[in-house]
Nanobody, 114 residues
Framework: QVQLVESGGGLVQAGGSLRLSCTAS????????MGWFRQAPGKQRELVAT?????TTNYKDSVKGRFTASRDKNTVYLQMNSLKTEDTAVYYC??????????WGQGTQVTVSS
């Protein structure tokens, strides 16, 4: 099993910045992709950013140029700059090996006020 623990959410004004962190623990061998999804009220969960073990990243179009995913061993970060009210959501950390189950964190609330 893999446990993912997130931190760094909160309330920020539009235009501000937040940094999310997520650390994986447990049976973490061969974790390939780590990243972030988000879910706003009444909407489906959507991919925000992922980063593979080799450093390849993938971003939702609307966050490109504003959000940056990075990784240090088994911790993944999401630096969020120029935040917009539409970025308000619960952000979930994600990890997988490319096979077998996917793993999710418990979620951290990000609220961007106008």
């Amino acid at each position: 099993q893999v446990q993912l623990v997130e931190s760094g959410g909160g309330l920020v004004q539009a235009g501000g910045s937040l940094r999310l962190s997520c650390t994986a623990s447990g049976i973490i061998f061969r974790i390939n992709v780590m990243g972030w999804f988000r879910q706003a009220p009444g909407k489906q969960r959507e991919l925000v950013a992922t980063i593979a073990v080799g450093g390849t990243t993938n971003y939702k179009d609307s966050v490109k140029g504003r959000f940056t995913a990075s990784r240090d061993k088994n911790t993944v970060y999401l630096q969020m700059n120029s935040l917009k009210t539409e970025d308000t959501a619960v952000y979930y950390c994600y990890a997988d090996r490319g096979w077998g189950p996917s793993y999710w964190g418990q979620g951290t609330q990000v609220t961007v006020s106008s």
